[in-house]
């Protein structure tokens, strides 16, 4: 019997704690000098950014960013040109231009 109620207990005590400290992160490696490594990356708005708040994903992951220039809309390519502390200064990237695909006009009339 007293087997059942310390199974049932500590179970209780593992689910709490489990629950307790499941939604804390990890501290983060976050650094200026980890951030110096972006420079030159491409990366998307996940939020629009304006000269004072945004935020950037790249290399999967998503970092503070701002730009000095006009706001830049989610979901925008861009690149990282620099850091100040521990935020991306980011720009759009410059538009790529592709050529065309060829199309045959035989396969316009299927």
């Avoid at 790529?96 to 299927?110: E, I």
């Amino acid at each position: 019997m007293y087997a059942i109620i310390t199974v049932i207990v500590g179970g209780l005590i593992l689910w709490f704690l489990f629950y307790a400290f499941a939604g804390q992160t990890p501290p983060s490696n976050l650094t200026e000098e980890t951030l110096k490594r972006l420079i030159g990356s491409t990366g998307r708005a996940t939020s629009d950014i304006t000269e004072s708040t945004g935020t950037v994903l790249a290399i999967s992951e998503e970092f503070s960013a701002k730009t000095s220039k006009e706001m830049i809309q989610k979901g925008t390519l861009v690149k990282v040109r620099e850091t100040d502390g521990l935020m991306l200064l980011v720009e759009k990237e410059q538009s790529r231009s592709y050529p065309q695909p060829l199309v045959l006009p035989q396969l316009l009339h299927l």
